[in-house]
């Protein structure tokens, strides 16, 4: 089936400093990326929509200049917190829409938990 | 907006007791509604949909019917296993054309032997 990489799994960095997250499609093309955040004991977040060779759409309330998203190749998403503080900790998601929109199309990655120190 | 609510854990149960977890939603339009598994330290696996009033979604034992008229997805499964244990998250697609999925805020299952 298809399947989602997402890396690195767990991350900690200093305040101040940027962090990327990968999120690879490995047997689709996704034309479709969703970028999500996860705080402990609430639901999943949607921040941002990419697609493929064009500029993400952010949800309201999210900074798109902190929150950098590319997605230049229909395998590959990436997700840059810039300037990170320790608020921006949290368990950050991608999930991939199936270009041939296989199943349902949602296939998620397993997530990277960013800590900041 | 669109919203998912389901209830809150966690959820506790002994092996092979009924599971219900229960999910509202709130929607203009014709959602499609889904359950999604989330087992420690993965990424979130579709386990169920459905996409129109009165589908009855089922996988690996689970199902929930649409039911439009108490806007309602409820999650069940006649006899749970330790391997069961999970956070289950009700979900919800927009339609219309937006690809959207708006997420209830998940339930811990643990069960126990």
């Known amino acids: 089936g298809a399947v989602v990489s997402q890396h690195p799994s767990r991350v900690i960095c200093k305040s101040g400093t940027s962090v990327k997250i990968e999120c690879r499609s490995l047997d689709f093309q996704a034309t479709t990326m969703f970028w999500y955040r996860q705080f402990p004991k609430q639901s999943l977040m949607l921040m941002a929509t990419s697609n493929e060779g064009s500029k993400a759409t952010y949800e309201q309330g999210v900074e798109k200049d902190k929150f950098l998203i590319n997605h230049a190749s229909l395998t590959l998403s990436t997700l840059t917190v810039t300037s990170a503080h320790p608020e921006d900790s949290s368990f950050y998601i991608c999930s991939a829409r199936d270009r041939q929109g296989r199943s349902h199309g949602y296939t998620f990655g397993s997530g990277t938990r960013l800590t900041v120190v | 907006g669109n919203s998912v609510t389901q209830m809150e854990g966690p959820v506790t149960l002994s092996e092979e007791a009924f599971l219900t977890i229960n999910c509202t939603y709130t929607a203009t339009g014709y959602p499609s509604l889904f359950w999604y598994v989330q087992y420690p330290g993965e990424g979130l696996q579709l386990l169920l949909k459905?996409?129109?009033?009165?589908d009855k979604g089922s996988n690996k034992g689970f199902e929930a019917t649409y039911r439009k008229e108490t806007t309602s997805f409820h999650l069940e499964k006649g006899s749970v296993q330790v391997s069961d244990s999970a956070v289950y998250f009700c979900a919800l697609s927009e339609g219309g054309g937006s690809e959207k999925l708006v997420f209830g805020k998940g339930t811990k299952l643990t069960v126990n032997p």
């Open positions: 459905a996409t129109k009033a009165d």
